[in-house]
């Protein structure tokens, strides 16, 4: 299990400096994550994907739960007026079920990719005035020693909280 980092951090400089730390205190590159400014260069940084810069990942959990649910609506209708062919109502039933959680996850993933990620709003207006958003997924013993390490070696980074869970999928 991991939780998610938050920190802000001046300049590309500083975040190299604090990611170099943290691959040697062995966190490894893909549970680190940049977001910076239009025009910023990154260089050689992990810059955040679109798991981490839309809401895809909570869209598509929506959709998935709102279309297994459309469609368990919709097979109890084909029930209770007698739509369904005798001898097929668990493989109807079933067909519904996903095929409505399926293409509510994919519609409502395809709206979310233009979302921006509701969880990273309150950082938006410092990350456009210059500086970097540095998110690192940690595991939950190592929380309050990763959190030492940055706020000691690097009093320029502005922690800015955890999150109670990251989505499964990063």
Do not use: C
């Not at 549970?31 to 994907?49: K, Q, S």
């Not at 209770?80 to 959680?101: C, D, K, R």
């Amino acid at each position: 299990m991991r939780r998610r980092l938050y920190f802000l951090l001046p300049d590309v400089r500083s975040s190299k400096i604090v990611h170099n730390e943290l691959l040697l205190a062995k966190i490894e590159e893909r549970h680190m994550h940049v977001l910076a400014g239009d025009g910023v260069n990154l260089e050689d940084l992990p810059e955040a994907d679109l798991r981490q810069k839309t809401d895809l990942v909570h869209g598509l959990q929506v959709g998935l739960g709102l279309g297994g649910f459309t469609g368990m609506l919709l097979s109890t209708v084909a029930l209770m007026t007698n739509m369904i062919v005798p001898g097929l109502e668990v493989w109807s039933v079933g067909s519904l079920v996903f095929g409505g959680a399926f293409l509510g996850a994919f519609a409502s993933s395809m709206v979310a990719i233009n979302v921006a990620n509701s969880r990273l709003r309150r950082f938006m207006p410092e990350v456009e005035s210059g500086r970097i958003l540095y998110m690192v997924d940690v595991p939950i013993h190592r929380l309050k020693e990763i959190t030492t390490l940055i706020e000691g070696h690097h009093p320029e980074a502005d922690m800015r909280g955890i999150d109670p869970q990251i989505p499964a999928f990063p």
